[in-house]
């Protein structure tokens, strides 16, 4: 199975790495999937404009450049590393208030999507472009910084319509999610190299998307926890986990 990683950001948003820098870090350790996901905030609201003032989100004049990028950094990778590099971004609704709040992963994206709208029209955007939709840290990350609940208020509702759901945030492995049933990734959300310590997805595919995307769909995958030079295995839906530990 291969080492992924599928919730990046580069200094196109929030993250400090450029993602030449990202493919190298990487590349060199080995890892045979990644996807740069930088955020896509909303035009209209409050945050979204702080957000796009502060340079810290894509837009609809940085995405094309964005998009190139990665597309030729993921030949690079593939090249000297043997490594596929997936375009996405994180559309990224945030409110003041937690529950009124959701990040959406859209991975193999071709085209700009804005990040303004309701969740299900954001969805059916992304699968539009054949692309798969991921329900971004959908509880508590278990650190203090903004959260974001409403994907998870209405879970019931929207099941059906999300790829897959993450199960960890960083190193930290979300009880409720794991328990829920519901079809599930774990990702670092990295954005700067002591994020690196987290969980992971080992994933059993082929190096192009469609085998990729037909792996998580299958949830063909297990998950693991990084630490350099060890790895502590964690089979998918297993139930001998050590919450103490874990959550």
Known sequence: MMLADMHIHSTYSDGKLTIPEIVD???SKGFRIIAITDHLCEENSFLGKASNFLKKTLTKETFPCYLEEVRREGERAMERYGMMVIPGIELTKNSMTFHKSAHII????KEYISADGEIIDLINRIKAQDALAIAAHPVST???????YQLWDNRVELAGMFDAWEVASGPFLFKEVMESGLP????????????????????????????????????????????EAEHVELKHASNEVDWGTYA
């Open 184 to 227: 599930l990734i774990a990702n670092s959300d990295f954005h700067h190299p002591k994020q690196m310590r987290s969980w992971k997805t080992l994933i059993r595919c082929e190096l192009n998307f469609e085998s990729f995307k037909m792996a998580i769909k299958a949830q063909d995958i297990q998950f693991t926890f990084y630490e």
């Open 106 to 109: 859209a991975l193999g994206i």
């Open 142 to 148: 278990r650190f203090f910084e903004h959260q974001t």
């Open 25 to 27: 870090f990487f590349g």
